[in-house]
C-alpha cells in the first residue's frame, strides 16, 4: 500500500457512477452533476447494487460491522470516505478490494470538536466539576483547593492534525510546558516532536497525558501496565482517541488505589456495557465517544463531501488520502 496522491480517473463518457452517501444529496450544497449520489446510512437494504457503487462515504458512528458490510462487494469502488479522523473500522475490509482504491479521512471535520471535548476533560476532572454535580443534587457545598491546568505539565501523545489542535486550545491557560509525541520524532515550529518509544522517559515529567493517536498496530493497548506505571502519581490520564489505546483492565488498578485519575471519551469496550467495573471505578469521568459528535460536523462534512466529488467528477486528486489500496 501506498499513500502517494493519484488522479482519480474521470467518469467514462455518458456513465453516471454511483455515490453513496450517508447524508441525503439534496442537504449538501455544491455537488456536483455526473454522478448518481444513492443514500445509504447504514440500513438493512441498500440503495442499489454494492457493484456499481465508485464513490463509498461510510455512514458516521454506525461501527465496523456496518461500514464492512457493503465493502466486499464494491468492485468498482475507487474512493473510499470516512466521516471520521480514524479509519481503523474500515481497514479489516481493504484485503478485498480491488488495487487502486483510495482511501481518505476527515481530516478538517473533527479537529475542533475533539480538542474542544479534550480540554473539556481536562479542566472538569481538575476542578472537580463531577463532584459538583453530585455534590448539588445532594445540596452539599463541595469547597475547598482544587488543582488548576495553569503551570501543570502536558504530553499528547498522537500529535496530528487534531493533537495540534489540542495544543492551540492549551495555550491560553499557562501549562508549564507542551510535550508532543507521534509514531516518529520530526521538528515543527512550535518545537519538537518525540518518538512513541520515548514515553518512558517523558511520561514521568507529565502531570497531564492526552491521548489523541490513532488506533493501529502501534497503538493498541498502547496504554498498558507498564505505560500507567511510568506516570507520575496523581496524573491524569485523557483519552479521546480509541478505546483499544488503552488496556482498560491495567487501568482500573491505577484508579481504583486512587494513584491515577482518568478522563475518556472512549472505553474499550465500547460502548460501556452496564456493570462493567469502569462506570464506577474512583477518579474517571467518562463521556460516551461524543468527541467529534458536535454541531460543527455536519457543516463540515457536508463541505468536505462537496468538495470530495468536485474534484473526483473532475478527475483531480481527492484529498486526506491516508493511503491507496494494491
Given at each position: 500500500?501506498?499513500?502517494?496522491p493519484?488522479?482519480t480517473?474521470?467518469?467514462?463518457p455518458?456513465s453516471?457512477p454511483?455515490?453513496?452517501?450517508?447524508?441525503?444529496?439534496?442537504?449538501?450544497?455544491g455537488?456536483?452533476?455526473g454522478?448518481?449520489?444513492r443514500?445509504w446510512?447504514g440500513?438493512r437494504?441498500y440503495?442499489?447494487?454494492?457493484?456499481n457503487?465508485a464513490?463509498y462515504?461510510v455512514?458516521?458512528?454506525k461501527?465496523?460491522?456496518?461500514?464492512?458490510?457493503?465493502?466486499?462487494?464494491?468492485?468498482?469502488?475507487?474512493?473510499?470516505?470516512?466521516?471520521s479522523a480514524?479509519?481503523?473500522?474500515?481497514?479489516?475490509?481493504?484485503?478485498?478490494?480491488?488495487?487502486?482504491?483510495r482511501?481518505?479521512?476527515?481530516?478538517?471535520?473533527?479537529e475542533?470538536?475533539?480538542?474542544e471535548?479534550a480540554l473539556?476533560?481536562?479542566?472538569?476532572?481538575?476542578?472537580?466539576?463531577?463532584?459538583?454535580?453530585?455534590?448539588?443534587?445532594?445540596?452539599?457545598?463541595?469547597?475547598g483547593?482544587?488543582?488548576?491546568?495553569?503551570?501543570?505539565?502536558v504530553l499528547?501523545v498522537g500529535?496530528?492534525?487534531?493533537?495540534?489542535a489540542?495544543?492551540?486550545?492549551?495555550?491560553?491557560?499557562?501549562?508549564?510546558r507542551?510535550?508532543?509525541?507521534?509514531r516518529s520524532?520530526?521538528?515543527t515550529?512550535?518545537?519538537?516532536?518525540h518518538?512513541?518509544?520515548?514515553?518512558?522517559a517523558l511520561?514521568?515529567?507529565?502531570?497531564?497525558?492526552?491521548?489523541?493517536?490513532?488506533?493501529?498496530?502501534?497503538?493498541?493497548?498502547?496504554v498498558g501496565?507498564?505505560?500507567?506505571?511510568?506516570?507520575?502519581?496523581?496524573?491524569?490520564l485523557v483519552?479521546v482517541?480509541r478505546?483499544a489505546?488503552?488496556d482498560?483492565?491495567?487501568?482500573l488498578?491505577e484508579?481504583?488505589s486512587?494513584?491515577?485519575?482518568?478522563a475518556?471519551d472512549?472505553?474499550?469496550?465500547?460502548?460501556?456495557?452496564?456493570?462493567?467495573?469502569?462506570?464506577?471505578?474512583?477518579?474517571?469521568?467518562i463521556?460516551?465517544?461524543?468527541?467529534?459528535s458536535?454541531?460543527?460536523?455536519?457543516?463540515?462534512?457536508k463541505?468536505l463531501?462537496a468538495g470530495?466529488l468536485s474534484?473526483?467528477?473532475a478527475?483531480?486528486?481527492?484529498?486526506?488520502?491516508?493511503?491507496t489500496?494494491?
Open positions: 500500500m501506498t499513500s502517494t493519484a488522479a480517473p474521470a467518469p467514462a455518458g453516471a454511483d455515490v453513496w452517501l450517508p447524508i441525503p444529496a439534496e442537504e449538501i450544497d455537488l456536483p452533476e454522478l448518481n449520489y443514500f446510512d440500513g437494504d440503495p442499489a447494487d454494492p457493484a457503487c464513490f462515504v455512514p458516521y458512528m461501527g465496523p460491522q456496518v461500514a464492512l458490510r457493503p465493502l466486499e462487494h464494491m468492485s468498482a469502488v475507487r474512493v473510499v470516505q470516512t466521516l480514524g479509519i481503523d473500522h474500515v481497514e479489516p475490509g481493504l484485503a478485498r478490494l480491488p488495487a487502486g482504491v482511501l481518505c479521512n476527515a481530516k478538517g471535520v473533527h475542533a470538536s475533539t480538542a471535548l473539556a476533560l481536562v479542566l472538569a476532572s481538575l476542578r472537580g466539576i463531577p463532584g459538583f454535580v453530585h455534590g448539588q443534587d445532594k445540596e452539599e457545598w463541595r469547597s483547593f482544587y488543582p488548576a491546568l495553569a503551570d501543570k505539565s499528547v500529535y496530528g492534525s487534531i493533537g495540534a489540542i495544543e492551540d486550545r492549551l495555550e491560553p491557560f499557562e501549562c508549564a507542551v510535550v508532543r509525541v507521534a520524532a520530526r521538528t515550529g512550535r518545537g519538537p516532536v518518538a512513541l518509544d520515548e514515553l518512558p511520561l514521568p515529567e507529565a502531570d497531564i497525558v492526552i491521548l489523541s493517536t490513532p488506533l493501529n498496530a502501534s497503538t493498541q493497548g498502547l501496565a507498564d505505560f500507567l506505571a511510568a506516570m507520575r502519581d496523581g496524573a491524569l483519552n482517541a478505546g489505546v488503552v482498560t483492565q491495567a487501568l488498578p484508579l481504583e486512587g494513584r491515577l485519575h482518568a475518556l472512549v472505553t474499550d469496550p465500547e460502548p460501556l456495557p452496564e456493570g462493567h467495573p469502569l462506570w464506577h471505578a474512583p477518579q474517571v469521568l463521556s460516551p465517544h461524543v468527541g467529534g458536535t454541531s460543527a460536523f455536519l457543516p463540515r462534512a463541505r463531501l470530495q474534484r473526483f467528477a478527475g483531480e486528486p481527492v484529498r486526506n488520502l491516508v493511503l489500496t494494491g
